[in-house]
């Protein structure tokens, strides 16, 4: 089909092969009708083909020994995803240790916050109170296993769900 500039669906396109708008090297981007770049995304035929053809663009521009730059550096976004990992890994150990196995009946919500984000700290070298009570928050809602109570001195606690 031909592309259009009067009709948005089929207006022309640069498509990347992979899906990373960060990826721009010559042999990631083709042309491609707007509402096919679009489908590709979620239609698995499309993604197959794409896949095909970026795999046939790397062998391409390997045979001719064209230098194209390096794809985008994907190391920061990496360690930022390990370290929340590690701090809802941490926080869920944490709870379930002192709820279920030591059998505690609440703990503070800021000092549990407090005391996770500092053994975060010591594992990862990052840790924020406020991000792990995020985490806590997760951990007690509908779906969670413990619960957010206020305690008798007006102080939130985190108790386990019976």
Same mark, same amino acid.
């Given at each position: 089909?031909?592309?259009?500039?009067?009709?948005?669906?089929?207006?022309?396109?640069?498509?990347?092969?992979?899906?990373?708008?960060?990826?721009?090297?010559?042999?990631?981007?083709?042309?491609?009708?707007?509402?096919?770049?679009?489908?590709?995304?979620?239609?698995?035929?499309?993604?197959?083909?794409?896949?095909?053809?970026?795999?046939?663009?790397k062998l391409l521009v390997d045979s001719l020994?064209?230098?194209?730059?390096?794809?985008?550096?994907?190391?920061?976004?990496?360690?930022?995803?390990?370290?929340?990992?590690?701090?809802i890994t941490q926080t869920k150990e944490y709870?379930?240790? =002192?709820?279920?196995?030591?059998?505690?009946?609440?703990?503070?919500?800021?000092?549990?916050?407090?005391?996770?984000?500092?053994?975060?700290?010591?594992?990862?070298?990052?840790?924020?109170?406020?991000?792990?009570? =995020?985490?806590?928050?997760?951990?007690?809602?509908?779906?969670?296993?413990?619960?957010?109570?206020?305690?008798?001195?007006g102080e939130w606690v985190i108790v386990k769900?019976?």
């Amino acid at each position: 089909m031909a592309f259009s500039i009067n009709d948005k669906a089929l207006r022309r396109t640069y498509d990347h092969l992979n899906n990373d708008p960060r990826y721009n090297d010559p042999q990631n981007l083709v042309l491609a009708h707007f509402r096919c770049n679009q489908t590709k995304k979620y239609n698995q035929e499309y993604i197959i083909k794409a896949t095909t053809k970026l795999r046939d663009n790397k062998l391409l521009v390997d045979s001719l020994g064209v230098c194209v730059s390096p794809s985008p550096n994907t190391t920061q976004a990496s360690r930022e995803i390990d370290i929340y990992v590690a701090t809802i890994t941490q926080t869920k150990e944490y709870l379930e240790e =002192r709820l279920e196995r030591q059998g505690k009946p609440a703990l503070n919500l800021n000092d549990t916050a407090e005391s996770i984000a500092y053994l975060c700290w010591k594992d990862t070298g990052h840790g924020s109170p406020e991000t792990i009570k =995020r985490h806590i928050k997760m951990f007690c809602s509908t779906a969670g296993p413990f619960k957010l109570e206020e305690g008798k001195k007006g102080e939130w606690v985190i108790v386990k769900k019976q």
